[in-house]
């Protein structure tokens, strides 16, 4: 700071074909730190990865991030440039074009543009989208922000006579703009067009013309349409699952027993009294975060002024120990606040991330916990040899057991021969993967069944290996509910096989390719893996809208495996939209008012039945500030219905059943073969302390031992050796 504006650019971009003296001896050109980043990080990748840190993107010193020249930015209609509009939310851009005042020789240059561009501007504020600018870049739109850009696309063409197809169309919308939504797709529908959506939202389900309901479970057990027709019809079919919710013959129960107790009813609407001062201390007394209980986890996680993107400098309280959801209105500033700021800060505290926190003054609480993960919808990997079993840890487990079993150990094979990631156990010819890329040049890859394996990943020798009956290449074919059967005398391998059922994943199976899974799979393989491991009960966990692609029974499960990590001692703090989530949070945040610049305030804070009665109480008179989730959420509280939330019990998913074996005992007691049959094993099934086969015959032995007993009276031969008869 103590450096001139002149000395600084020096210092970071050098001095330019300037040359330096030193004391007459040599002269020397300094380069600047910025060229010798960009130069270090040429010569390796890691050194690259060491210099990340240092990196980031900024605007551009000499167009200032408008990407145009001097000239063509200069140029203004009606007041602004090409660059100012480009920065206008959507639903201000709308407003200002359609105050635009024409003359005639304008109207008659730009009169059918300016049409255009009100109508398509329109389209994009109708699927809920007026919080967006036209200069956001595509990388950092979200994957239902870009689909509902392309349907506004669809809107502004005007044709009739397509069918479109839409998967999950509200991903990341609230539930103010469902309305909005639904009314786009009517509208569209009114063009004469035929619009196949799919999706698991209540309201958009129910202003369906016509329902197709699927089931009537997931994996193998579905691909069937149990029910068809109207939502009301669908919803009394006692065999739809879907109808069944849609009814409200079952539904997910509000908890009565929330770990966090309501702040109590609001206080009464007051008019801000402008003689008296010191009515403003009454007010700061009636702050509810600054005199609650003690949280379940010991203390609070405080952001002291948030200021990322939209965000007001605003202060948070997050509970540790409770299940708190960061809710509010798309572009309200939740991932700036929760992904930008938080997650970023503790990475970078407590695990050395190299992340560039977002702005902020300080979060206060760090000591409370030692582990932040941030457990997200992105792949498990790009290698079709990464599947729930790897991600997991139970497919180290289940090598192990295969190695212990007595055909592993006659021919001397390790947890690494079932391995398909080395030589080894492995089909060589497709490398474990069970299938061959065929490169198409200018098509995307083909993958075709291995022709060696026949997709079954390992050479006969491995697949020789079976535990009750079923090799290792059949176990990767089970899904994890059927594994869970097979494996259910083995703790270990039980325990996390019944974390991957829990989380409503009993229909996959364990081979699956991670760049198969959908997003929400992906995200709950995390969460079971997360729960699989030993855990330290002050751990932080952030999740992003975990409810995309969910059904509402799983809906009730997610709730159930996010329920036990809280009473492990942990604190998750979900961003979520999802009501019937939101419902069973201990705590809920509420960002807004609005999207953009008209957000990025919290709006409320407390249970659920306070966000609720924020709303009631809301008058545009008293000050506070409106909650559209607290609106959403007051009938759906009311329809309950209520129930008490059934602790988790850590001690119940470690109890020893009967007949349990642990892993280190699998395969001690089981007699090898030759102790089994003898002379089947030397005469016919013998191999090497290696796998691999025997170079004598063995029809000549049995033909000894025969001649041997027809030349006189012996005894018995003794086969129970393994080399030795």
């Not at 405080?302 to 948070?316: F, P, T």
Request: proline share 6%; with cysteine; charged share 25%.
């Amino acid at each position: 700071s103590e450096l001139s504006a002149r000395h600084r650019r020096m210092l970071l971009h050098g001095s330019g074909d300037q040359w330096f003296k030193v004391a007459g001896r040599f002269s020397f050109q300094f380069k600047g730190l910025y060229p010798a980043l960009e130069e270090a990080a040429k010569l390796s990748p890691t050194l690259r990865t060491r210099l990340e840190h240092l990196v980031d993107e900024v605007e551009c010193s000499a167009c200032g991030g408008s990407r145009l020249r001097d000239d063509a930015a200069a140029v203004r209609l009606v007041g602004r440039t090409i660059d100012q509009y480009c920065s206008l939310p959507l639903g201000k851009l709308l407003a200002e074009v359609e105050g635009w005042k024409l003359s005639a020789r304008e109207q008659k240059i730009a009169g059918e543009l300016a049409r255009e561009i009100i109508d398509r501007v329109r389209f994009l504020c109708d699927v809920g989208l007026e919080y967006l600018t036209l200069g956001r870049g595509a990388a950092t739109l979200s994957n239902g922000e870009a689909q509902r850009i392309r349907l506004a696309s669809q809107l502004g063409s005007a044709l009739c006579g397509v069918l479109y197809v839409l998967d999950e169309p509200t991903i990341g919308l609230h539930p103010r703009d469902n309305g909005r939504l639904l009314a786009a797709l009517h509208k569209l529908r009114d063009l004469g067009n035929t619009l196949l959506i799919v999706e698991h939202d209540r309201e958009v389900i129910a202003g369906a013309d016509y329902l197709c309901d699927f089931g009537p479970g997931a994996g193998r057990l579905g691909g069937q349409i149990v029910a068809e027709g109207k939502p009301a019809g669908v919803g009394r079919k006692r065999d739809s699952l879907t109808g069944a919710y849609l009814s409200g013959r079952r539904a997910i129960a509000v908890p009565s027993n929330r770990r966090m107790a309501p702040l109590g009813p609001p206080a009464e609407p007051k008019a801000k009294p402008k003689r008296k001062k010191k009515a403003a201390p009454k007010k700061k007394a009636s702050a509810p975060p600054a005199k609650r209980e003690t949280p379940p986890g010991g203390g609070w996680l405080e952001v002291i002024g948030a200021r990322q993107n939209n965000l007001k400098g605003i202060d948070i309280r997050l509970p540790l120990g409770t299940l708190t959801a960061v809710t509010g209105v798309s572009g309200g500033g939740k991932s700036s606040l929760i992904d930008d700021v938080l997650y970023r800060t503790l990475a970078r505290r407590l695990h050395r991330a190299s992340l560039v926190p977002g702005g902020h003054d300080e979060i206060r609480g760090i000591e409370h916990i030692n582990k932040v993960i941030r457990v997200d919808q992105q792949p498990l990997g790009n290698s079709p040899t990464s599947n729930p079993a790897t991600y997991t840890g139970a497919f180290d487990l289940i090598r192990t057991l295969f190695s212990q079993l007595p055909e592993a150990r006659v021919r001397g094979y390790t947890a690494r021969r079932f391995s398909f990631n080395v030589p080894g156990g492995r089909c060589e010819t497709c490398e474990g993967n069970g299938q061959l890329r065929i490169e198409m040049h200018f098509l995307p890859d083909v993958w075709v069944t291995c022709d060696t394996c026949r997709g079954r990943r390992y050479n006969p020798e491995t697949l020789a290996v079976q535990f009750h009956g079923r090799s290792i290449s059949d176990v990767l074919d089970m899904t994890c509910g059927e594994a869970r059967e097979l494996f259910g005398n083995i703790p270990n391998i039980r325990r996390i096989l019944q974390t991957l059922c829990d989380v409503g994943l009993d229909y996959l199976t364990l081979g699956q390719p991670a760049p198969t899974l959908s997003g929400g799979e992906a995200q709950r393989v995390k969460l079971a893996g997360e729960l699989a491991r030993p855990d330290t009960g002050r751990t932080l966990y952030l999740l992003d809208e975990p409810t995309t692609g969910l059904h509402f029974e799983d809906l009730a499960k997610l709730l159930e495996v996010l329920q036990r990590l809280v009473d492990l001692g942990n604190t998750v703090v979900l961003i979520e939209h999802n009501l019937d989530i939101i419902k069973c949070a201990d705590w809920v945040i509420d960002m807004g008012p609005e999207a953009g610049e008209g957000g990025g305030r919290m709006v409320a804070c407390g249970t659920p039945e306070d966000i609720a009665a924020h709303a009631a109480a809301f008058t545009s008179s008293n000050g506070s500030l409106r909650s559209h989730t607290g609106e959403a959420l007051a009938p759906v509280l009311a329809a309950g219905p209520h129930a008490d939330r059934e602790p988790y019990d850590p001690a119940a998913l470690h109890e020893q059943q009967e007949g349990d074996l642990a892993l280190k005992e699998v395969g001690r007691d089981a007699k090898m073969p030759w102790e089994v049959d003898g002379r089947q094993w030397h005469c016919v099934d013998r191999v090497g302390r290696r796998g691999e086969p025997c170079r004598w015959e063995g029809k000549a032995l049995a033909e000894v031992v025969d001649r041997i007993h027809q030349l006189g009276t012996f005894s018995e031969t003794n086969w129970n050796n393994r080399s030795v008869v």
